[in-house]
């Protein structure tokens, strides 16, 4: 209002005016929720395309996604409850002339999937037209709006009924044999302990919570019957897991990599190590399906990768583990190994003292220029690289030989000028000690087009367990390491191939058992063509 004579004088005109602006606040305060709920969503899908597009240019992209789809889901919520909060004051105000309906932009949902079934649900047409109340109405089409929907997991006891028959001449008692069990005197379908599997090893489930999920839903299942079950699909999938280990070592190029696991003791836990090696040829357009395989061990001694690659001669890429120092000798039997160091590796080293969102939180005292430089440097290699991968081994020496090798004679020249300024306890100087010392192994994927220039396959093969570590907090022993190991690999090699592992599994403990020792292979996840193990689209 202009001025305070231009109000009404009596209450009830008060009132209502004080509704209509308060409705009218509220549809603007919902239109600015809105909005910025939009702003963060497009900020998010355009991060996302960027990141599909020229992949990770650092590794401050990973944490600042996440905190932006944190950050998208609050604002989300927040925008539906102004938008509910508007609709309310203005059916309030009862002024719809004075009060615009808000209507909130969303983003756009994909259709449903195709292969969903389909229930419909007819609401009742008019009888009589609601103009003149004539009965002759004619049917001109229809609209149809869909509502996804989900029904409660349901669970059932399938019954195998043998019946028995007398033969009248000489009284002998026929049956049919009893019904095929995935492990002896079992009482689960293949399909609940596959469910029970990938909950524990894919979704990072332990027992005690299925256990206590599955009474909540009618059916008692304590956790050690549980864990009897997990032991005895564990000894059932051996096989499999032996047929991807050999298929993983038979490449001419591995990844490997390890990580923590925390495992059961007396009065406290201590730290066991998984082991992983993966098979991907894809950078280099090999046509080898990809898969990963685990091992599980006590310590980090060096034995331990000796014994996983005792009759392995190739490339490994791995980070600069002294453990591996004795598969690089010559004269090692069935042959050396090439040594191939991750640049991820190095570059990290620089990043975390050129961390810019470090320093604004106060964790890092100064950013280091060198380091700044260095990044810099490094990431001009690493988009040359994006642009080859999945080409041919010749295509991709052709371009790094033309490209990348005089960046990577810069940089050798650079890093080694400005080292000799800095003390041997400068940080950024034991950063580049790191790949300076082995600036060989660094550089040997300029003169072989199979080495890809980072370990990021391993990386990501152990990125699970790093997280189900917060969710089960430590293995209970030993054994149950080992039996991580195997299903870990089972779960990973079928991810890798874009099976569900879920499906998978279940097909594979379906037919294991009966199946021809001989031909196992047709049950490896590349292997598996139907169409109930694919992933959805």
């Known amino acids: 209002m202009s001025s305070a004579d231009s109000l009404p004088d009596d209450i009830e005109s008060l009132q209502q005016l004080v509704r209509t602006q ?52 609050e604002l989300e919520a927040a925008a539906a409850e102004d938008e509910v909060a508007a609709e309310q004051a203005a059916a309030a105000a009862n002024d719809a002339a004075a009060v615009r309906a808000f209507a909130r932009r969303r983003p756009s949902r994909k259709p449903f999937p195709a292969h969903l079934p389909r229930e419909r649900v007819i609401v009742p047409g008019p009888t009589t037209c609601a103009c003149c109340g004539s009965l002759k109405l004619a049917k001109l089409g229809e609209d149809v709006t869909e509502t996804l929907e989900v029904i409660p997991r349901q669970w059932k006891v ?9 033969c009248r001449d000489c009284e002998r008692i026929s049956q049919a044999p009893a019904p095929f069990h995935v492990l002896p005197r079992g009482f689960a ?14 979704q990072h489930q332990p027992l005690n919570r299925q256990s206590d999920r599955y009474a909540r839903e009618g059916v008692d299942l304590s956790l050690s019957t549980l864990a009897d079950q997990v032991g005895g699909c564990a000894m059932v999938l051996r096989p499999i897991y032996e047929l991807i280990r050999a298929h993983v070592f038979a490449a001419d190029r591995v990844h490997g990599d390890d990580t923590t696991v925390p495992v059961l003791a007396k009065h406290q836990t201590r730290k066991g190590r998984l082991w992983v090696y993966v098979r991907d040829d894809k950078p280099f357009a ?34 600069a583990y002294a453990g591996f120092n004795r598969l690089y000798e010559a004269d090692r039997k069935p042959g050396p190994i090439t040594e191939a160091s991750c640049w991820a590796h190095g570059r990290r080293k620089f990043f975390e003292l050129a961390d810019v969102t470090a320093k604004a939180r106060g964790e890092l005292a100064v950013i280091a220029p060198l380091a700044f430089e260095a990044v810099k440097r490094i990431d001009a290699i690493f988009d040359i690289e994006r642009e080859i991968n999945g080409r041919s081994i010749d295509e991709r020496l052709a371009v790094r030989r033309a490209r990348l090798a005089p960046l990577i004679a810069d940089l050798e020249v650079w890093m080694r000028a400005e080292r ?22 660094f550089t040997r994927f300029l ?5 890809c220039l980072t370990n990021n396959a391993a990386e990501r093969a ?23 190991a195997v ?26 058992n009966d199946h021809n020792i001989q031909t196992l292979d047709q049950l490896l996840p590349w292997n598996c063509k139907t169409s109930s193990t694919k992933l959805a689209a």
């Open 22 to 73: 308060q409705a009218e606040l509220a549809r603007v305060h919902a239109e600015a929720s809105s909005a910025q709920a939009l702003i963060a969503h497009l900020q998010l899908a355009i991060a996302k395309l960027r990141r599909e597009l020229f992949g990770p240019r650092s590794e401050r992209k990973a944490r600042l996604l996440d905190q932006m789809e944190l950050q998208l889901e």
């Open 158 to 166: 399938v019954q195998y009924v043998r019946e028995k028959f007398t």
């Open 286 to 319: 090999g046509r080898a399906p990809p898969a990963a395989v685990f091992f599980y061990s006590r310590d980090r001694a060096a034995e331990h990768p000796e014994r996983h690659l005792a009759d392995y001669a190739g490339i490994l890429q791995a980070d």
């Open 420 to 441: 000799a300024k800095l003390s041997r306890h400068n940080d950024v100087a034991k950063a580049m000690n790191y790949m300076l010392t082995r600036w060989d192994t």
């Open 189 to 202: 379908g293949p399909s609940l302990l596959a469910m029970i599997l990938f909950e524990k090893y894919g």
């Open 462 to 484: 152990l990125r699970g367990i790093a997280l189900g570590r917060k969710s089960w907090l430590f293995a209970g022993s030993d054994r149950g390491g080992e039996r991580a």
């Open 487 to 512: 299903m870990y690999t089972l779960i990973q090699t079928a991810r890798l191939n874009q099976v569900d592992p879920q499906a998978w599994l279940a097909d594979v403990l379906a037919r294991i």
């Open 447 to 451: 003169e072989d087009g199979r080495i």
